[in-house]
């Protein structure tokens, strides 16, 4: 690549590494165009050798969509550096010097070097799968596919990660990185589940003939306990049940609530107003966004737990109140209740008949 001190330029990737292409690099045919690839790449070196940063990326660009060498990618990497996109620059950089040639020690150092410094101002992700060929995405931009044999580099801060394969069901990562920071992702796949075939169930047998009341003791069960007897017992339990949720929730969302408070101060006094919606990926302001999920997940099991205390606590009432007593002669009664969810809670209804 041109060096930045032209005194130096007889070291720079462009004499050492001139007419190298990177054959593993596969690309689509560039549109037709008036300027040679060789034409594009003098215009950017001198572009290059005149300070003229951006000019000198266009005429890279252009020739790195043609063909993927060594002394294009290296030499687009050094001056998107120059005009700070690291992570540009550092992809560029670290595909030149995996197919750099043997025997150009200087030009290998100054690619080495200028790497060195992109990768300080960007994360370096590496990334495993366990599904040879999987697609691995950044946000919505595909890198590659597994075995991905080198690094990614990723801007500071959250970074999203997609790993699609045929057949498998699809896994999402978050990782956040600062920078200079390195860190490694495995990520497994899971077989996605076969559609379940219902069995064809056998011929129901004939039902017996119920003997007289009677004979059999109406609304007895088979353990002893009348019908209604269970029912209500297992109707309290649930409504029981329903209420420790709902209270355990109201606890952990007093909790968490006393927790975002405390983080809120803090992060006015360390960060000043709104310091969070300027550095959202501060510690204080990570915690903050927890502790508020952890609010809002905690308020919605409380009132999933009381509304379901509240279901069941009608049905196991509305059971002791209608549900008739066994006797001889006497009919048991088939009791039904349905809660319809509304806006604020539900709706009960009961429905009862005697056969």
Partial sequence: MPSLRPAARSCSLVALATGLTLGVVAFAP????????????????????QKRWQEAYDAYVAA???????????????????????????EHLALALRHFPTGKPEARQRAEERLAQAKALVGTLTVTVNVEGARVLLGEREVGRAPLEHELYVEAGATHVRVTAPGYAEERRTVALDRGEAKSLVISLQPEAAPAVAPTPPPEP???????????GAGASSSGLSTKTAVLIGGSA??????????????????????????????????????????PNATVCRDLVDALDRRESAATLSTVGFIGAGVFGAATVAALVLWPEGGAGVQPAALRVEATPTAGGATLSFRKSFF
């Fill in 206 to 216: 004939p039902a017996p003939a119920r003997p007289p009341a009677q004979e059999r």
């Fill in 64 to 90: 790195f969509a043609v063909r993927k060498s060594v002394d294009i990618a290296g030499n687009l990497g050094d001056v998107a550096l120059t005009l700070g996109k690291p992570r540009e620059a550092a």
């Fill in 30 to 49: 560039a549109p037709a165009r008036a300027d040679s690839v060789e034409e594009l790449y003098r215009r950017g070196n001198e572009l290059y050798r």
């Fill in 238 to 279: 649930l409504t029981a049940v329903g209420l420790g949720v709902g209270i355990a929730g109201l606890v952990s969302r007093g909790s968490a609530q006393s927790d975002a408070d405390s983080l809120q101060r803090r992060a006015r006094t360390e960060l000043g107003p709104n310091g969070c919606a300027v550095s």
